[in-house]
């Protein structure tokens, strides 16, 4: 590599224009020539928390009978194909799936908190913790993991953390049983006492990781105008390509494209929205789609631009909202989600809630793909990154928080072993993996995490 300037590009290198600013991706002129790549970038793992309600068909006695969700085998020769997971068969080299952990501080602890689980159990997920029932300004519940990484290793990047959802948000005040909807509307705490609003707009996303920069004034007039963002930074584009060699510029060139693409994206779905045409969630901001299979999507995009540029480290990624009756064409199954999940153990009825659980994991390998195809180095964002998917329900029917749902993917630098399937032994609760899981993240000073016993072991011998 041979940088043309002889001189060495800052990783924080920005293309500034009229109410845009776009963050480059990792080019080799960042590196000093003769240098080694990972001694001279900081290059954290990548962290994503992604939390999906209403548990799985598979934590119930005949779903885990079929293993709906959890394979059969524990160690490393378990069958995905029965499984919600199934579609992870490509990436099972660096799947890592842990079964029947409970998320008890999600249970009821009084008797005014019993029927409460729908509106406190997303608050448990990544703080491990039990929520104060109020439906006051006087939320208490825990720091979130994913905060507790930023904290330490997400603070020299333009955005710490970024918090994505897709259903609805935003409601003020009590939701049911006595809690605040910010315990259903969020997943993310920066302390006990602060969740962290959650972006559904792609389009606010969007203009968040690429719209800042300039005043007011140009970024309202940006975002009037049918124009890219690109066409604001032609002349700061072309003076940068002209100081990169070959290389550098192809991948800036793919790089740029993909914002490119991203934004008609977006600009086509604000486009659709406004038009007059009724919508499915007439509700919804005009850069949300209908489709939940195309919000998904765009959020995944979203996320991986976002690592490739550095724009942050961290997102916790809401999929769903508790109590949801949405329906998703896509999986093939017409019922509501919330009535799906209360199957009344009837075994044709849980089985369509595992296929509406196979939809929803089946999207996950989309952004795993986006991951894999975006090169830093001599590696590429996935082997860099570790995704958490789970929910802190087990068998919605009954609105208990045993057997969980939960499964980590990508190489985290190497730190997690990948192709493995662990039992949890009665009664281990999911905070014990997550305290593990921030070990792999370079925490290894955190000695406990909400309800915590003890870190897990993955080693095969854990069930």
Aim: glycine residues 8%; aromatic residues 8%.
């Amino acid at each position: 590599m041979e940088f043309i300037t002889g001189k060495h590009l800052s990783r924080r290198t920005f293309l500034r224009g009229a109410g845009a600013t776009v963050a480059l991706p990792l080019l080799d002129a960042m590196v000093p020539a003769g240098r080694l790549w990972a001694r001279e970038v900081a290059d954290p793992t990548r962290l994503v928390c992604i939390e999906m309600v209403h548990g799985s068909a598979g934590s119930s006695g005949f779903g885990a009978a079929q293993n709906y969700w959890s394979p059969a085998a524990t160690g490393r020769g378990f069958d995905l194909s029965p499984t919600a997971l199934s579609s992870l068969e490509p990436y099972r080299d660096l799947l890592t799936i842990i079964s029947d952990t409970d998320v008890e501080p999600a249970e009821a602890r009084q008797p005014k908190e019993i029927g409460g689980d729908h509106f406190r159990s997303s608050a448990t997920f990544l703080t491990q913790a039990h929520p104060k029932q109020t439906e006051s300004s006087d939320v208490f519940v825990g720091t979130s993991m994913d905060q507790l990484y930023a904290n330490r290793f997400g603070q020299d990047t333009p955005i710490p953390s970024m918090q994505l959802c897709i259903e609805n948000v935003d409601q003020a005040g009590g939701c049911a049983y006595g809690y605040a909807c910010v315990y259903t509307d969020t997943i993310s705490w920066s302390s006990p006492t602060q969740p962290l609003p959650m972006i559904r707009d792609p389009r606010v996303a969007f203009d968040q990781l690429f719209g800042a920069g300039g005043t007011p004034e140009a970024r309202a007039a940006r975002q009037r105008s049918s124009a890219s963002i690109l066409d604001f930074l032609t002349g700061e584009v072309a003076s940068l390509k002209g100081r990169l060699d070959p290389s550098d510029r192809q991948r800036m060139d793919r790089y740029l494209e993909n914002v490119r693409e991203i934004e008609r994206r977006i600009q086509r779905v604000v486009a659709r929205n406004e038009s007059g045409e009724n919508r499915d969630l007439p509700e919804a901001p005009a850069g949300v789609p209908d489709s939940f299979d195309e919000h998904v999507k765009l959020m995944f995009d979203l996320q991986a631009l976002a690592f490739q540029a550095d724009m942050t480290r961290v997102f916790s990624f809401k999929m769903g909202r508790d109590a949801s009756g949405r329906v998703y064409p896509e999986s093939g199954i017409d019922n509501g989600f919330h009535p799906a999940s209360h199957h009344g153990d009837n075994e044709n009825n849980i089985t369509d809630f595992a296929q509406i659980n196979r939809y929803h994991v089946g999207l996950v390998p989309y952004f795993l793909d986006r991951l894999k195809a975006s090169m830093e180095g001599d590696t590429h964002l996935l082997d860099k990154t570790m995704i958490v998917y789970g929910s802190p329900m087990g068998d919605p029917n009954v609105h208990n928080h045993k057997r969980c749902p939960l499964f980590v993917v990508g190489g985290a630098h190497g730190r997690m072993e990948g192709n493995l399937h662990l039992r949890a032994a009665p009664g281990t609760p999911m905070a014990n993996v997550m305290l593990s899981l921030m070990h792999r993240l370079g925490m290894d000073d955190v000695t406990s995490f909400g309800n915590s016993t003890g870190a897990f072991s993955f080693a095969e011998t854990a069930d």
